[in-house]
């Protein structure tokens, strides 16, 4: 058993591509229902109108890259509208259905056979990234290690621009949330009516915050096609939903960092008993093949369920997450 | 939008608020049926009937919260039907509800500044830059502590609104919607849960507001609240406004009298026809 493979494993997972793009997509995740109490079931919906956004202005339209950028936060701005016009005047569970629908529409229909030429179906989009490794001062094919941690030079370099993006955005989200604006959104959140009973249209800071979370979660979409230089429909699947939602909850909704810690606790969880199991000594090996084969497959849904327990816990003793505090999650039962 | 004529807000004659000919039905329900109403500028204006009359859905259709099937709602000569509630805020008429929204995840302060109109902060832009509205946000906190303080709230001020009682959280409510600077105050049932010692202090407060050119519009179900403070009474029953009168007009009118005993065996009743 190569302990120092795991912990290397280990280690650069904590800081590694997964962390810093599922972190940016609770950061937008925490706006909606952190904030706001806006029930999104479909972010990954608004990850996949960030991918798009760059992938199709490549694909299809032929135009540069840093154009695609722009598009990003067009199509998850469309996106919000589209999904607030109707729903946001409804009661909170609305939103909820509409949401999980849309986002798997917006799979479904990027992967079909008529979008092909524009989306690139099945097979997806490549080769869009190239401006952005361009510009990377890291050898993209070689590997830099610092301490711990370890990374090929085109990670380095997408972890760069990625963590600098998601911490501005995290104190983007505290600036707010600090502010008068955020105060009016969280006094949606407890209680709508109350609000506008106090001068506040409601529907139009809900309509802010679903575009705002929105356009956070195009953005990590943005950045995930550009890390894996492919854009793939099926990668945008509802699971990628509850996992942020995983997140959100593991940090504490509504409060600034647990985005970022709560991605941070549940990428390393994950590599670790990924790398634990797939290293485990002979014996050990021997014993457990018995129940269960340790073929790729199975220590993918081994460590799920390994995981899944330890959220288990995380749920009956600490409901209110790491960053949550227990008395102010009291109040809601009063 | 009709211009506000200046000598009809200045007048002290005219009625702030009218509601002519107000019909809203549920399913075969007729839940409000008002043929006129006038409420008086600067006064004191009580709601009563017995449970069903539809006080609550008249306060939410003057309100905003629910749209009339037909009729013309007016604020100082402006017709306001179908005016969504946070823009009739922006126009001075602020309410409470029957069970309290305090903000229970929100500090005591928080809750009072919410309450302040036209925030520079509000905006998503300006939100960003803390110097444009600092200024501004520091002069609402003073207001809102000044308010506390008269509402004898102060020791609750960086406390989670839910950590309150629920007579404090009325208060909470009250004072948080003063921050509006309104022109009507809607208070739908203030006294109900409220404690004896806390109501008499609730009752005075509420008497303090014609004085700083208010107008007070509430529901409530305790006679002896209602002939202590009201200016008028507007009896309803069955959706329709069977009564009005000043206190005295009204503990001696058989009409009301009789509606309290159609729907009350009890003992609020028998209240109704001693006081």
Redesign the interface.
């Known amino acids: 058993m190569d302990w120092g493979f795991i912990l290397e494993r280990t280690f650069s997972a904590m800081i590694g591509p997964e962390v810093m793009i599922y972190a940016l997509a609770a950061v937008g995740l925490n706006v909606h229902f952190g904030y706001t109490g806006l029930m999104n079931f479909g972010q990954v919906g608004f990850m996949a109108a960030g991918a798009y956004g760059v992938g199709v202005t490549v694909f299809w339209l032929n135009w540069s890259f840093w154009i695609g950028i722009l598009f990003v936060f067009v199509y998850a701005a469309v996106l919000a509208l589209l999904l607030g016009i109707p729903t946001l005047r409804l009661r909170a569970d609305y939103l909820g259905l509409v949401t999980i629908a849309a986002s798997e529409t917006v799979r479904l229909l990027a992967r079909s056979r008529v979008m092909k030429p524009i989306t690139g179906g099945v097979e997806g989009i490549d080769k869009f990234a190239e401006p952005f490794y361009n510009l990377s001062p890291f050898e993209l094919g070689k590997f830099y290690s610092l301490g711990p941690f370890k990374y090929l030079g085109r990670d380095v370099w997408v972890l760069m621009v990625g963590w600098t993006l998601l911490i501005l955005v995290t104190l983007?989200v505290q600036?707010?949330m600090?502010?008068?604006?955020?105060?009016?959104l969280?006094?949606i959140?407890?209680?709508e009516?109350?609000?506008?009973?106090?001068?506040?249209?409601?529907y139009y800071y809900k309509m802010?915050s679903l575009m705002?979370g929105g356009m956070i979660g195009a953005l990590a979409g943005l950045i995930q096609v550009i890390q894996k230089s492919s854009v793939q429909a099926d990668t945008f699947n509802p699971v990628i939903t509850f996992t942020i939602w995983t997140i959100l909850i593991i940090g504490g909704p509504?409060r600034v960092w647990s985005p970022i810690v709560g991605s941070s606790i549940y990428w390393t969880l994950i590599v670790f008993v990924e790398n634990t199991l797939r290293q485990l000594p002979a014996g050990a090996r021997q014993t457990l093949q018995d129940t269960v084969e340790l073929s790729d497959f199975n220590i993918g849904m081994l460590r799920f369920m390994l995981v899944g327990g330890g959220l288990l816990l995380l749920a009956r003793y600490r409901p209110q997450g790491i960053f949550g505090s227990r008395?102010?999650m009291a109040?809601?039962r009063? | 939008m009709t211009a506000v004529n200046p000598a009809a807000t200045t007048s002290a004659d005219t009625p702030i608020i009218t509601a002519t000919g107000v019909v809203k039905t549920f399913g075969g329900l007729r839940a409000v049926d008002v043929e006129k109403v006038t409420i008086r500028r600067n006064k004191i204006t009580a709601l009563i009937g017995p449970n069903g009359a539809g006080k609550t859905t008249f306060f939410n259709l003057l309100t905003g919260f629910d749209q009339v099937d037909s009729g013309v709602i007016t604020l100082d000569g402006e017709d306001i039907t179908g005016t969504p509630p946070h823009r009739l805020a922006a126009k001075g008429m602020v309410r409470t509800f029957q069970l309290t929204k305090a903000l229970a995840k929100l500090s005591t302060i928080e809750n009072m500044k919410l309450g302040a109109l036209d925030q520079l902060g509000e905006k998503f832009w300006a939100a960003l830059i803390p110097g444009s509205w600092r200024k501004q946000e520091r002069e609402i906190e003073a207001r809102a502590d000044a308010i506390l303080k008269r509402f004898n709230l102060t020791h609750m001020r960086d406390e989670f609104a839910g950590t309150m009682s629920g007579g404090q959280r009325k208060l909470l409510e009250m004072a948080r919607a003063l921050m509006t600077d309104p022109r009507v105050v809607m208070l739908d049932e203030p006294m109900a849960g409220v404690n004896p010692a806390l109501a008499q202090s609730l009752l005075e407060l509420i008497k303090m507001l014609p004085g700083e050119g208010r107008t007070v519009i509430f529901v409530e179900h305790n006679m002896d609240v209602v002939q202590e403070i009201s200016d008028w009474v507007i009896v309803m029953a069955e959706g329709r406004i069977i009564a009005e009168g000043t206190p005295a007009e009204i503990k001696s009118n058989k009409a009301v009298v009789d509606a309290y005993l159609g729907a009350h065996h009890g003992e609020d009743l028998s209240k109704v026809e001693l006081t």
């Not at chain 1, 600090?178 to 009016?184: K, L, M, V």
């Not at chain 1, 009516?193 to 409601?202: F, I, S, T």
């Open positions: 983007m600036q707010l600090r502010s008068p604006w955020g105060r009016t969280r006094a959140r407890e209680d009516d109350a609000a506008r009973a106090l001068g506040k249209n409601a802010q705002l509504g008395e102010e109040l809601d009063r």
